[in-house]
C-alpha cells in the first residue's frame, strides 16, 4: 500500500531561524494536503497541493509540490513561538483516502 | 457555527469493558472519517463512511471494533472488550461532497485510557 514518509521526526529550533520538513511518497500521489496539529490539539488543515512542480505560499509558510507528484516540502521562515506543533503531510490517493505521515515536531525555543 | 463533535472527551475503563465513542459531523458533509493517533503508529485510518455507508474498513483492527452510521449526523466507533492497548486518541473527521481528496475537518478528538 501507499507509504508516506516525513523527515524529520523532530526538530527544535531557535525563535527566528527556519524550519523545513519534507515528506516523501512510494507512489504518485494525486495530491499532497498539510495539516499542523497543536499540543493537545487536533490537527487543522493548512493547504493542499495537486500540480506538479506547485508552489504555494502563506505568509511565513512555503509549500511545494515536486514534479513527480512524489514528494513535498513544508518551510517556515523566521519561525516564532506560535509555530509550535507537529506538521503532518497527508498523500492523497484513490477514494478519497489519505494516508498520514508520521508528522514533525517543531519546537520553537524563545 | 460548530465544527466537528466528538464525545467524550477522555475516557477511562478497564480492559474487558465496552467503549462507546460519539461523533456529530459538520452539517452537509457527507464522508465521515474515524483516525486513531498513537505515539508509536502516528494517524491510522480506522473506517471511512460515505453518504453514511461504510466504504472502507480495513483500517480496522480486528473484531474488537466496529462503527455505525445511522444517519447522517451520528457515528459511533465501539470496541468491545477493550484492551490496554487500546489506549489512544480516536478521531473523527468529516469532509463535504466533492470529487477528490477534500480536505478533513477533524473533532477535538477522544483520549481513551484502556488500564
Known amino acids: 500500500g501507499q507509504q508516506v514518509m516525513q523527515i524529520p521526526q523532530y526538530q527544535h529550533v531557535q525563535e527566528g531561524e527556519d524550519f523545513t520538513t519534507y515528506c516523501n511518497s512510494s507512489?504518485?500521489?494525486?495530491?499532497i494536503q498539510w495539516y499542523k496539529q497543536r499540543p493537545g490539539g487536533h490537527p487543522v488543515f493548512l493547504i493542499q497541493l495537486v500540480k506538479s512542480g506547485e508552489v504555494k505560499k502563506q505568509k511565513r509558510l512555503t509549500f511545494q509540490f515536486g514534479e513527480a507528484k512524489k514528494n513535498s516540502s513544508l518551510h517556515i521562515t523566521a519561525t516564532q513561538t506560535t509555530d509550535v506543533g507537529t506538521y503532518f503531510c497527508a498523500g492523497g490517493g484513490s477514494a478519497r483516502q489519505l494516508t498520514f505521515g508520521s508528522g514533525t515536531q517543531l519546537t520553537v525555543l524563545p | 457555527d460548530a465544527g466537528v463533535i466528538q464525545s467524550p472527551r477522555h475516557e477511562v475503563t478497564e480492559m474487558g469493558q465496552e467503549v462507546t465513542l460519539r461523533c456529530k459531523p459538520i452539517?452537509?458533509?457527507?464522508?465521515l472519517f474515524w483516525y486513531r493517533q498513537t505515539m508509536m503508529r502516528g494517524l491510522e485510518l480506522l473506517i471511512y463512511f460515505n453518504n453514511n455507508v461504510p466504504i472502507d474498513d480495513s483500517g480496522m483492527p480486528e473484531d474488537r471494533f466496529s462503527a455505525k452510521m445511522p444517519n447522517a449526523s451520528f457515528s459511533t466507533l465501539k470496541i468491545q472488550p477493550s484492551e490496554p492497548r487500546d489506549s489512544a486518541v480516536y478521531f473523527c473527521a468529516s469532509t463535504p461532497p466533492g470529487g477528490g481528496n477534500e480536505k478533513l475537518f477533524f473533532g477535538s478528538g477522544t483520549q481513551l485510557s484502556v488500564l
Open positions: 507512489t504518485t500521489l494525486s495530491n
Open positions: 452539517s452537509g458533509h457527507n464522508s
